[in-house]
């Protein structure tokens, strides 16, 4: 997968250098590079901000140099391609914000199978609007929020973002089995894990993970999701009763 972003920040990605990110750029399985917004200014103070028309406080990005980065990225489109098949296969171009549609482990899933993604990091109250309308018109644009609150830039949601999309291409999680039972996988939360020493501070491991009854320790996990998910986000439970969350058949 070939990653672009856009920052005033480069230097907050330096840490996609190390761990599993780091070992799979290393293994060519993630191309990723960093432009920094301001080699696209033409002032000396290199400005990406100005006020706001209509007032109010804070900065907003400037259109021009945000165009220019976008521009040097993005495949040159004839403005006439619009719906075409091949703007529908092009790179997704993504704004992290507040205000838009919540990234979730579902969107990083389908991210994951994309050959290339661009994310622009906003910074002071946001980018021009126009950015976003002017490349909606040349490509996938999506606004996506990391949560209902706000952070001082883009890039936190960024890097949040690249951790969640990258662990799901091929090859960059050594056990692919271990993406499997994770939390929101299957809607649910993961249960508890443990490992040795089976007695610690006085708390003992569960004797269900030490009987040896795969079926039983299934169906104790599944519980455990179903326990966890009710106590602190029922929101992802769904409407009908309990019936649809039973261990899974081959538990058994
Ligand atoms: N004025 C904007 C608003 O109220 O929607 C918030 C701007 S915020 C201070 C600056 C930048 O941080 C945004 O442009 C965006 O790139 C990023 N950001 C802030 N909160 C975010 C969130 N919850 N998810 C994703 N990006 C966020």
New binding site residues.
């Given amino acids: 997968m070939r990653i672009d972003i856009i920052s005033i920040f480069p230097e907050f990605f330096g840490v996609l250098d190390i761990s599993l990110l780091g070992r799979a750029r290393q293994a060519g399985l993630i191309d990723l590079a960093v432009h920094n917004l301001r080699d696209f200014t033409h002032d000396r103070h290199n400005t990406v901000d100005d006020t706001p028309y209509g007032g109010g406080a804070g900065m907003v990005m400037k259109p021009e140099p945000w165009g220019e980065a976008l521009d040097s990225i993005l495949p040159a489109t004839d403005e006439t391609d619009a719906g075409t098949p091949e703007r529908a296969t092009g790179p997704v171009l993504i704004?992290?914000?507040?205000?838009?549609e919540q990234f979730t482990q579902a969107m990083a899933r389908e991210l994951a199978r994309e050959p290339h993604l661009v994310f622009g990091?906003?910074?002071?109250?946001?980018?021009d609007q126009r950015v976003v309308d002017h490349f909606a018109g040349r490509g996938r644009v999506r606004l996506?929020?990391?949560?209902d609150?706000?952070?001082?830039?883009?890039e936190v949601?960024v890097m949040a973002m690249i951790e969640a999309i990258g662990r799901l291409i091929p090859g960059v999680v050594g056990n692919p089995e271990s993406l499997v039972e994770e939390s929101h996988e299957d809607g649910l939360l993961e249960y508890p894990s443990y490992t040795k020493p089976a007695s610690w501070r006085g708390l003992d491991v569960p004797p269900v993970l030490l009987s040896g009854n795969h079926g039983a320790i299934a169906a104790w996990r599944r519980q455990q999701q179903i326990d966890r998910t009710r106590a602190v986000r029922p929101d992802l439970l769904p409407a009908e009763d309990d019936a649809d969350l039973q261990p899974p058949a081959n538990s058994k």
């Avoid at 996506?144 to 949560?147: A, D, N, P, T």
């Fill in positions: 704004f992290p914000s507040p205000a838009g990091c906003g910074r002071y109250e946001g980018i996506v929020s990391l949560g609150y706000v952070l001082n830039g883009g949601a």
